[in-house]
C-alpha cells in the first residue's frame, strides 16, 4: 500500500486508486487511513426494570448478550451453573404474582428460505424463495416455566425481570 508523500500525487487506498487531483474527503473507515469501529456497549438488564426506559441503543444490544448467552449456554458443562451465574431464577415470581418454576431452557434454530407478498386487493399471497445470500439464520432462546397451570415460555428479557425466589440449593 502507498500513502500520499506530497499532495496532488497519484496515490492508492486499500482498494482503489487515486488521480492527482484528489480534492474529496473520506470518512473514517476500517482499513481506508481510519481507526477501528466504536464497540457496541452491552449490560444486563436489573430485576423489574423496563426496557422500554432504556435508550434505544442498549436494548438494541440486548440481542448481542443473548446471542452470547446461547453460545455460552450451548458449550458450558455444567447448565445449571451456568443459569445461577447468568442470574436466571429458577423459581421466580412475574408482575402479576404469579410463582413461575423452570423447568427447561430451550435453543432453537430458525432458517428463513422463504418469504410472503400480499397480492393487490387482499386477494392471496405470492411466495419466493429467497437465494442463498438473502437466507438468514438466527436462534431463539426460550426458558419454560410451569406457573401452577400450565406452560409458560418467557425470553431471556422476561426471565430476568422475575422476582427470584431460588435458594441457594437450587
Given at each position: 500500500?502507498h500513502?500520499?508523500?506530497?499532495?496532488?500525487?497519484?496515490?492508492?487506498?486499500?482498494?482503489?486508486?487515486?488521480?492527482?487531483?484528489?480534492?474529496?474527503?473520506?470518512?473514517?473507515?476500517?482499513?481506508?487511513?481510519?481507526?477501528?469501529?466504536?464497540a457496541?456497549?452491552?449490560?444486563?438488564?436489573?430485576?423489574?426494570?423496563?426496557?422500554?426506559?432504556?435508550?434505544?441503543?442498549?436494548?438494541?444490544?440486548?440481542?448481542?448478550?443473548?446471542?452470547?448467552?446461547?453460545?455460552?449456554?450451548a458449550?458450558?458443562?455444567?447448565?445449571?451453573?451456568?443459569?445461577?451465574?447468568?442470574?436466571?431464577?429458577?423459581?421466580?415470581?412475574?408482575?402479576?404474582?404469579?410463582r413461575?418454576?423452570?423447568?427447561?431452557?430451550?435453543?432453537?434454530?430458525?432458517?428463513?428460505?422463504?418469504?410472503?407478498?400480499p397480492?393487490?386487493?387482499?386477494?392471496?399471497m405470492?411466495?419466493?424463495?429467497?437465494?442463498?445470500?438473502?437466507?438468514?439464520r438466527?436462534?431463539?432462546?426460550?426458558?419454560?416455566?410451569?406457573?401452577?397451570?400450565?406452560?409458560?415460555?418467557?425470553?431471556?428479557?422476561?426471565?430476568?425481570?422475575?422476582?427470584?425466589q431460588?435458594?441457594?440449593?437450587?
Open positions: 500500500m500513502f500520499e508523500q506530497n499532495p496532488g500525487e497519484p496515490h492508492w487506498h486499500d482498494d482503489h486508486h487515486h488521480a492527482p487531483s484528489h480534492a474529496h474527503a473520506h470518512p473514517p473507515q476500517r482499513g481506508h487511513n481510519g481507526g477501528p469501529l466504536p457496541q456497549w452491552q449490560r444486563l438488564h436489573r430485576r423489574g426494570e423496563n426496557t422500554e426506559d432504556l435508550p434505544a441503543t442498549e436494548r438494541r444490544d440486548f440481542d448481542l448478550v443473548e446471542a452470547a448467552f446461547v453460545e455460552g449456554f458449550r458450558c458443562s455444567d447448565p445449571t451453573s451456568f443459569l445461577r451465574l447468568a442470574r436466571v431464577p429458577f423459581i421466580g415470581i412475574d408482575a402479576a404474582g404469579r413461575l418454576h423452570l423447568l427447561r431452557v430451550e435453543v432453537e434454530e430458525l432458517t428463513d428460505i422463504g418469504s410472503l407478498t397480492l393487490l386487493g387482499g386477494a392471496g405470492r411466495y419466493a424463495p429467497l437465494p442463498a445470500r438473502l437466507a438468514s438466527r436462534r431463539r432462546l426460550r426458558f419454560v416455566y410451569h406457573n401452577g397451570e400450565q406452560i409458560e415460555p418467557l425470553d431471556l428479557t422476561a426471565a430476568l425481570a422475575l422476582q427470584n431460588s435458594d441457594s440449593t437450587e
